[in-house]
């Protein structure tokens, strides 16, 4: 109300992990009769995704690597750029002095947004880190990018 900025302000709270339950809670779905749609969004709430996590080793940073949820690991050989969700704990590091203003302003205007408005947002948004991934098959490097389409919620948040 009133045009006031929002900002989006982690909080240290209580929260139930489902994805440790998404198995359980999908077999209890089986045999319910409600409406096909009340199914699907149910599906959709619980949100079960199988993939596998991959490590991306960070050009010229010994200590620190970027682990990517992929539920298509398939693509792994056709990789050009990395992304990580604006809120991710690696983007301030990862990010070089050159680019830094850049970021910091990135991140500070998507912190405003929710994620369902950055999801559904038609046109996605990023900003290059300045910094570089190894890609983990090649050896090549590969750009870091902050993207509003990464979600930290959602696998690991790259």
Known sequence: RGDHPVER?????????????????????????????TMTSQQQWIGKSEGC????????????????FTTRADTL??????????????????????QKEAVDAYVQKTSSRSDLDRTAAKEKTGVFTGGYAVHPLTGEKVP???????????????
């Open 9 to 37: 302000t982690p909080l240290r709270q209580w929260t139930l992990k489902i994805t440790d339950y998404a198995d359980r809670l999908e077999a209890g779905l089986d045999g319910l009769d409600w409406p096909s749609g």
């Open 53 to 68: 996590n991959i490590d991306f080793e960070i050009d010229g940073v010994d200590e620190e690597k970027i682990t990517v």
């Open 77 to 98: 050989f056709g990789v050009t750029y990395v992304t990580l969700a604006p809120e991710h704990p690696l983007v301030s590091s990862i990010t070089t002095a050159e």
């Open 144 to 158: 870091i990018w902050v993207g509003d389409y990464v979600l930290g919620s959602y696998g690991t948040g790259a």
